[in-house]
C-alpha cells in the first residue's frame, strides 16, 4: 500500500496538536540566550510642586513687603457695588462692540486658566501667608487707597454702606477676611491688650473695622441668618464697623491690595485718608505684631496733633473734595507720616 507524502500528514495535524508542540519547544530552549542586560531607566527628577521637595518650599516663601499696595484714585461712595447701573443702549452698543468682547475674551481666559484649588493648596505653604509685614510705617506721600467697598452691617442688615465714610478723619485697623479660618488668622494681630488700648484711649481717633467677604449667596445667607450672634460679639458702638460684602472684588481690585488670596486674612492700617500705611497677612509673627502696635501708636499721635490746627469744615471740604490740592490745609493733613 503507498504512503503519503510526509507534507499530506503534516497536513492534517489539528492546530491544537501544533500549539501543545511548539510550547513544548520553547520551553526546552535554554533561557540564558534570551535574558536582557538592559539598565534600569533613570529616576525622574524632583518636581517643584512636590509635597515633599524642599526647593518647593522654598519657592513659596513670603517676602516682606516693598510696595504701597492701594489704587491710584482716591476711594468715593458708591463705587465698586457690582451693580450694572448701563442703560439698555449702552449695553446692547457693548454686546455688539467687538473690542469688548476681546476684554471679556481675556477675562474668562484668565479665570479658566486659574487652577480651582490653588489657592486651597498654596494654604500649605506657611499657612498661606502672602507677605510679611514691614516694621514701619509707609510714606504719606507714597502711599495708595484703600478702595471703596458696599455692604450691609450689624446696624442695618436691610440697607447697603459705603466702608469709605467710615475711614474719614480717623485712623482704622482694618480686618479683611472671609471665613473662619481667616477671621481667626487676623486675629492675631488684633487680639493683644496694647492694641485695644490705644483703641479705648482715642475713641473718635482710632477705631477698628471688619470687612467679611461673602461672595457665595448661601454662604452669605447664613451669615445674614446669624448676625444676631455676631452682634454680641463686638459693642453697639462697633456694629456700624461691621462689613457683610458680597460683590464688587474684582481681581484687579483683588490684586491692588494684595487680597490675592481669599482663604487668609489681611490687615491694613489705614489713615484719616483712607491711606494704606501698613499692611500684614496671614499669621501674624511676633515682630509683625510689635510693628502693628508702633505704627499704629505714631500714626494715632500725628494724626491728632496735625488735624488739631486744621478745622473740621476744611476737612469736610476736602472729604468731599472741594478744596484743591494746592490749599495749605489739604498739603498739611495729606503730610501726615
Not at 482694618?174 to 482715642?202: C, D, H, M
Request: hydrophobic share 35%; net charge positive; proline share 8%.
Amino acid at each position: 500500500m503507498l504512503q503519503p507524502p510526509s507534507f499530506v500528514l503534516r497536513l492534517r495535524v489539528s492546530p491544537i496538536q501544533l500549539g501543545l508542540q511548539r510550547s513544548v519547544l520553547l520551553n526546552r530552549l535554554p533561557t540564558h540566550r534570551w535574558a536582557t542586560t538592559l539598565p534600569p531607566p533613570p529616576p525622574l527628577p524632583p518636581s517643584k510642586n512636590s509635597k515633599s521637595g524642599a526647593k518647593g518650599d522654598e519657592d513659596h516663601t513670603p517676602k516682606p513687603l516693598r510696595k504701597a499696595l492701594g489704587q491710584l484714585e482716591p476711594p468715593r461712595p458708591g463705587e465698586n457695588s457690582g451693580i450694572d447701573h448701563r442703560s439698555w443702549r449702552q449695553r446692547r452698543n457693548d454686546f455688539v462692540n467687538y473690542e469688548s468682547h476681546l476684554v471679556r475674551r481675556k477675562q474668562l481666559t484668565a479665570a479658566v486658566a486659574k487652577p480651582y484649588f490653588r489657592e486651597w493648596s498654596n494654604m500649605r505653604f506657611y499657612k498661606g501667608k502672602t507677605f510679611v509685614a514691614v516694621p514701619k510705617l509707609l510714606r504719606a506721600t507714597k502711599s495708595l487707597h484703600f478702595p471703596n467697598l458696599q455692604g450691609v452691617t450689624l446696624s442695618s442688615p436691610r440697607k447697603t454702606q459705603d466702608t469709605t465714610p467710615t475711614f474719614h478723619d480717623r485712623v482704622s485697623i482694618v480686618r479683611v477676611y472671609s471665613g473662619t479660618w481667616a477671621e481667626r488668622q487676623t486675629a492675631t494681630f488684633t487680639k493683644n491688650p496694647e492694641l485695644k488700648q490705644i483703641i479705648a484711649e482715642n475713641k473718635g481717633t482710632a477705631q477698628e473695622v471688619n470687612i467679611n467677604i461673602e461672595e457665595n449667596t448661601m454662604k452669605a445667607f447664613l451669615i445674614r441668618l446669624f448676625m444676631y450672634r455676631i452682634r454680641k460679639q463686638f459693642p453697639k458702638e462697633d456694629h456700624n464697623k461691621y462689613f457683610l460684602v458680597r460683590r464688587g472684588i474684582t481681581d484687579e481690585l483683588a490684586e491692588a491690595i494684595g487680597f490675592l488670596n481669599t482663604k487668609v486674612g489681611y490687615v491694613y492700617l489705614v489713615d484719616g485718608l483712607s491711606r494704606i500705611r501698613w499692611a500684614g497677612s496671614g499669621m501674624a509673627e511676633p515682630h509683625e505684631r510689635e510693628g502693628l502696635i508702633k505704627c499704629a501708636r505714631r500714626l494715632v499721635a500725628d494724626w491728632r496733633s496735625d488735624r488739631a490746627e486744621i478745622t473740621v469744615a476744611t476737612r469736610d471740604a476736602i472729604h468731599n473734595e472741594k478744596v484743591p490740592d494746592s490749599d495749605p490745609s489739604y498739603q498739611k493733613l495729606a503730610a501726615v507720616h
